[in-house]
């Protein structure tokens, strides 16, 4: 029984976040890809019929901003005219004929539990092949957001995108711009850039060496309390666990980043290091993050504690 599809396509409005091809359009660098199976053609049907809302850096506003799209509409003939179809129905279309051939009828008999699971059929081929996904602004609907992928039987590749991830992302920077090095913002620049057009160990290699700095960084805030001789002979990964207080906890906690790292740049593939791209991106941002917002509890201490001063002198 293929029973993971909804019976009608749900009228609520879901988060970007909540859906895996809206994820994967914001976060894939170019030529990336993506599986479409059983499991997920629920979040893709979701997508095409415009039920997905976005937040994302707008170039135009210069701030993140919630973008949504228009239901996936294409245009077809038959001999009674033109006409119109949203993409989201027909693909739920073939999803709900799955559950009926499965369903035993009656008779018992005609069942087709091994028909091939397909997202789309002959008819919708043509449409589907190339598939956009225009996004627009929620304060200005002349501001876009535009992704293109190319899609087959069971998986969907990202071939374009405007504007370019290096464009959205390059604003995210700004928001650490106290905590971290001219350096390292210019090598995450360079790693950003690079994974936008597809680029998967030479931008990884930026991002490793970045985050390698940030951990010495941090080995240098802890001074003294950390063996300076043990760490030095630590690999990597056993680094990150000694600075425990000095690193984001996730980062502590989470092996997944120990795996990644100690991967030598030469055993990993250029698929491999597209993969782990956005993991240690993040894994930055944390640490950059965290940093971030000791700072500014120190300067907003700091201010208070000036302010307090001013008025005690003022009641003296
Ligand atoms: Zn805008």
Same mark, same amino acid.
């Given at each position: 029984?293929?029973?993971n599809i909804f019976?009608s396509i749900p009228s609520n409005i879901v988060s970007g976040k909540d859906n895996v091809f809206a994820n994967f359009l914001q976060s894939a660098?170019?030529?990336?890809?993506m599986q479409i199976g059983e499991d997920n053609i629920q979040d893709l049907i979701l997508l095409l019929d415009g039920k997905v809302r976005i937040s994302a850096y707008?170039?135009?506003?210069?701030?993140e901003r919630v973008f949504t799209m228009e239901p996936y !509409?294409?245009?077809?003939?038959? &001999?009674?005219?033109?006409?119109?179809?949203? @993409?989201s129905?027909?693909v739920w279309? =073939?999803q *709900?004929?799955?559950?009926?051939?499965?369903?035993?009828?009656?008779?018992?008999?005609?069942?087709?539990?091994?028909?091939?699971?397909?997202w789309?059929?002959?008819?919708?081929?043509?449409?589907?092949?190339?598939?956009?996904f225009?996004f627009?602004?929620g304060?200005?609907?002349?501001?876009?957001l535009?992704y293109?992928v190319?899609?087959?039987?069971?998986?969907m590749?990202k !071939?374009?995108?405007?504007?370019? &991830?290096?464009?959205?992302?390059?604003?995210? @920077?700004?928001?650490?711009?106290?905590? =971290?090095? *001219?350096?390292?913002?210019?090598?995450?620049?360079?790693?950003?850039?690079?994974?936008?057009?597809?680029?998967?160990?030479?931008?990884?290699?930026?991002?490793?060496?970045?985050?390698?700095?940030?951990?010495?960084?941090?080995?240098?805030?802890?001074?003294?309390?950390?063996?300076?001789?043990?760490?030095?002979?630590?690999?990597?990964?056993?680094?990150?666990?000694?600075?425990?207080?000095?690193?984001?906890?996730?980062?502590?906690?989470?092996?997944?980043?120990?795996?990644?790292?100690?991967?030598?740049?030469?055993?990993?593939?250029?698929?491999?290091?597209?993969?782990?791209?956005p993991v240690?991106?993040e894994?930055?941002?944390?640490?950059?993050?965290?940093?971030?917002?000791?700072?500014?509890?120190?300067?907003?201490?700091?201010?208070?504690?000036?302010?307090?001063?001013?008025?005690?002198?003022?009641?003296?």
């Open positions: 029984m293929r029973n019976y660098g170019l030529y990336d890809s707008c170039k135009e506003c210069k701030e !509409i294409h245009f077809d003939e038959n &001999v009674t005219g033109c006409y119109s179809q949203k @993409l129905e027909e279309g =073939i *709900k004929s799955y559950i009926l051939e499965d369903t035993p009828s009656p008779g018992g008999s005609v069942k087709k539990q091994n028909t091939e699971w397909k789309k059929n002959c008819q919708i081929e043509n449409v589907s092949r190339i598939l956009m225009q627009v602004c304060m200005n609907e002349e501001h876009h535009d293109i190319l899609t087959t039987d069971n998986s590749m !071939i374009g995108q405007y504007p370019s &991830v290096a464009d959205m992302t390059f604003p995210e @920077l700004d928001a650490y711009k106290h905590v =971290i090095s *001219k350096e390292d913002r210019k090598e995450l620049g360079t790693a950003i850039g690079l994974f936008a057009s597809g680029v998967g160990a030479g931008s990884y290699v930026y991002l490793r060496r970045i985050l390698e700095r940030l951990i010495y960084q941090a080995k240098a805030t802890a001074g003294d309390s950390i063996d300076d001789e043990k760490f030095k002979q630590a690999r990597m990964a056993e680094r990150i666990t000694m600075l425990e207080g000095y690193l984001p906890e996730v980062l502590i906690k989470n092996t997944t980043i120990y795996g990644i790292l100690s991967k030598g740049i030469h055993e990993l593939s250029e698929e491999d290091c597209r993969k782990y791209f240690v991106k894994c930055i941002y944390q640490i950059l993050g965290l940093w971030e917002s000791i700072r500014k509890k120190q300067a907003d201490e700091a201010a208070l504690n000036k302010a307090l001063s001013v008025v005690f002198s003022s009641i003296k």
